[in-house]
Structure formats: C-alpha cells, structure tokens
C-alpha cells in the first residue's frame, strides 16, 4: 500500500453549510473556492488500482455533493507497510484514491480537489493539513512511528469497514516534507476549505 506507507487532506463568515462535509461513510460535499469558472464541471473520485471511478457528480455553481462507491473485491489491496509499523490485520485490503479529478466539459482535466487548512498556492509554509480517504474491508488499526529518507512518518490510524476519514499533518524544514503524520477522523474540522488545485502548463 504505497500510498499509505508514504501517503501515496477560515470559514471566512460563511454559513456553516458552505463547511466542507464527509457525511459517513461514504459522502462528501462543499464548496469548492476558485476563482476559475466551473461552468459544466464534475469532480470524479479515480482510485490508485482499478478501472473503476469511485464516485463522481456535476459541480452546480461551486457546490458539489459526491457519494463514494464501494470498490470491487478484486480491486482492493494488501498492506505493503514495513514491520516496525503496527498493523492490528495484516490480512486486511484497502483502496486509495489517487485523488478527486475535476473536468470540464468533454472531459478536459483542469486540477485537483483537496481539502485542507492551507489554500494550495501559498509560499513557504511551515506546516499543513489535508485530507485524504481510503477504503478498507474491515475494522483495523495502524500505529507507530518510523524514519526513511530523512523524513518521520507517524501513524494513528483507526479504520472502520468502508470508507474513511484522514488527515495528513505535514510540517516542513526549509521547503522540505520533514514529518508526515496520518490520523483518523469522524468529520472535518470546520476551518478547512474545499480548494481547486489547476493543473500546471507546461
């Protein structure tokens, strides 16, 4: 599972139903600030293995509501993660989201959704959150601490069955990734926002 091991998630006076929402297990929704237009766009949830998307909807104004489908058996994977970490089920299969997608008309891809505490163009930062999701076929934990190239990597994870609430805690050194910690969470915290990430132009 690559993309747990290296984990590869200001209301500003808005109504708190312009908060972004996970409404376990399996919904998400919000509204997502840009200055792009999102005129006949749709935000897609593409996993990490399969074929399959796991969720999709049209975006209506800057508004959108997505449920997330449960993947294919065939579709879910083993844990990859080294012995130091502590898995409760080493037997247990998960899917990762490569990301949320958001397209434009006939299937133009112009960024990414994240959610997160910290809007994606700033300079310079010292720490940031986001949130990730992640599907798992059964009740089970990760906890523990471990260095690879120079970096901490934390773990406190509680998964329930179905779908899953993280968020990835990233504090940086001199523009550098120097500790990534993973927790669970039942919702998202209420200061974080729904930001379109554009795509870079070569």
């Given at each position: 599972?690559?993309?747990?091991?290296m984990m590869?998630?200001q209301s500003?006076?808005?109504?708190?139903?312009?908060?972004?929402?996970a409404?376990?297990?399996n919904?998400?929704s919000?509204?997502?600030?840009?200055?792009?237009?999102?005129?006949?766009?749709?935000?897609y949830?593409?996993?990490?293995?399969?074929?399959s998307l796991?969720?999709?909807?049209?975006?209506?104004?800057?508004?959108?509501?997505?449920?997330f489908?449960?993947p294919?058996d065939?579709?879910l994977?083993e844990?990859?993660?080294k012995q130091?970490i502590?898995?409760s089920?080493?037997?247990a299969?998960?899917l990762?989201l490569?990301?949320?997608?958001?397209?434009?008309?006939?299937n133009k891809?112009i960024?990414?959704?994240?959610?997160?505490?910290t809007n994606?163009?700033?300079?310079?930062?010292?720490?940031k959150?986001t949130?990730?999701f992640?599907y798992?076929?059964?009740?089970?934990?990760?906890?523990?601490?471990?260095?690879?190239?120079?970096?901490?990597?934390?773990?406190?994870?509680?998964?329930k069955?179905?779908?899953?609430?993280l968020i990835?805690?990233?504090?940086y050194?001199?523009?550098?990734?120097?500790?990534?910690?993973?927790?669970?969470?039942?919702?998202?915290?209420?200061?974080y926002?729904?930001?379109?990430?554009?795509?870079?132009?070569d």
């Open positions: 599972m690559a993309s747990v091991v590869s998630f500003c006076g808005k109504d708190k139903k312009d908060e972004p929402k409404k376990l297990p919904e998400i919000g509204v997502i600030t840009t200055d792009e237009s999102l005129e006949d766009a749709s935000v949830a593409v996993p990490d293995n399969g074929e796991l969720g999709e909807a049209k975006i209506t104004g800057k508004k959108f509501n997505l449920k489908k449960s294919a065939k579709d994977v844990i990859g993660m130091e502590n898995i089920d080493r037997s299969k998960v990762t490569k990301g949320l997608f958001i397209t434009k008309g006939k891809f960024g990414t959704l994240l959610c997160s505490d994606p163009t700033t300079k310079d930062i010292k720490e959150n949130i990730d992640i798992v076929d059964r009740p089970f934990k990760i906890t523990g601490t471990v260095k690879d190239d120079n970096k901490e990597f934390v773990y406190n994870l509680d998964f069955k179905g779908w899953n609430t990835l805690h990233v504090v050194k001199n523009n550098k990734a120097v500790k990534v910690e993973r927790k669970s969470v039942s919702s998202i915290p209420s200061n926002k729904w930001y379109l990430e554009l795509q870079e132009n």
